[in-house]
T-cell receptor, first 115, second 114 residues
Framework: ETGVTQTPRHLVMGMTNKKSLKCEQH?????MYWYKQSAKKPLELMFV???????ENNSVPSRFSPECPNSSHLFLHLHTLQPEDSALYLC??????????????FGPGTRLTVT | AQSVAQPEDQVNVAEGNPLTVKCTYS??????LFWYVQYPNRGLQFLLK??????LVKGSYGFEAEFNKSQTSFHLKKPSALVSDSALYFC????????????FGKGTRLSVIA
């Protein structure tokens, strides 16, 4: 797991707070992802960045705002969240080449609790 | 629609016995298949993948999986289970038809009992 790091590991925030999740990958990959993992639900892809450009946004509410300043760093900015947003947020990275499919490497996740 | 099914929420197996965790996928072009494992309070860890070539793929920690095109399956197997294999296992599929993302199954919890 040292290839992809996430901070903080745990976060408790009120519905009116603003916070950010950080992800950093040390693998030289060119694509990064945010996933949401809720209890008893499949893993939900939220955002994909390839070569620092957003290529996927699966109808995620605007209270989640991603930022990818370079190929090694990915942020998820949070504001005015709802209790149902409480979940484990996972960051992943992979090397994307046209026609070649590589596995994704995941960070340990941030456990978010919205009160 | 492109989908991945893990029909079992929970699999229980005695230590030393063989284990199988099932995965099937919908047909939509050529699939690229992956297995991941998640231990408590950890992220997903890559186990193995099938892209092309030999249908039997070997991965980390003694796990293997067999790609069966006619049955659209990619079951995860291990000849002899360990208590330390107890975890949540995810099958994931990506198709070569279009720029599709990786789609995950809902996960299967494996419990290996001593």
């Amino acid at each position: 797991e040292t290839g992809v790091t996430q901070t903080p590991r745990h976060l408790v925030m009120g519905m009116t707070n603003k916070k950010s999740l950080k992800c950093e990958q040390h693998l030289g990959h060119n694509a990064m992802y945010w996933y949401k993992q809720s209890a008893k639900k499949p893993l939900e892809l939220m955002f994909v960045y390839s070569l620092e450009e957003r290529v996927e946004n699966n109808s995620v509410p605007s209270r989640f705002s991603p930022e990818c300043p370079n190929s090694s760093h990915l942020f998820l900015h949070l504001h005015t969240l709802q209790p149902e947003d409480s979940a484990l947020y996972l960051c992943a990275s992979s090397q994307e080449l046209a026609g070649v499919y590589y596995e994704q490497y995941f960070g340990p996740g941030t456990r978010l609790t919205v009160t | 629609a492109q989908s991945v099914a893990q029909p079992e929420d929970q699999v229980n197996v005695a230590e030393g016995n063989p284990l199988t965790v099932k995965c099937t996928y919908s047909v939509s072009g050529n699939p690229y298949l992956f297995w991941y494992v998640q231990y408590p309070n950890r992220g997903l860890q890559f186990l193995l993948k099938y892209i092309t070539g030999d249908n039997l793929v070997k991965g980390s920690y003694g796990f293997e999986a067999e790609f069966n095109k006619s049955q659209t399956s990619f079951h995860l197997k291990k000849p002899s289970a360990l208590v330390s294999d107890s975890a949540l296992y995810f099958c994931a599929v990506r198709w070569d038809s279009g720029n599709t993302p990786l789609v995950f199954g809902k996960g299967t919890r494996l419990s290996v009992i001593a």
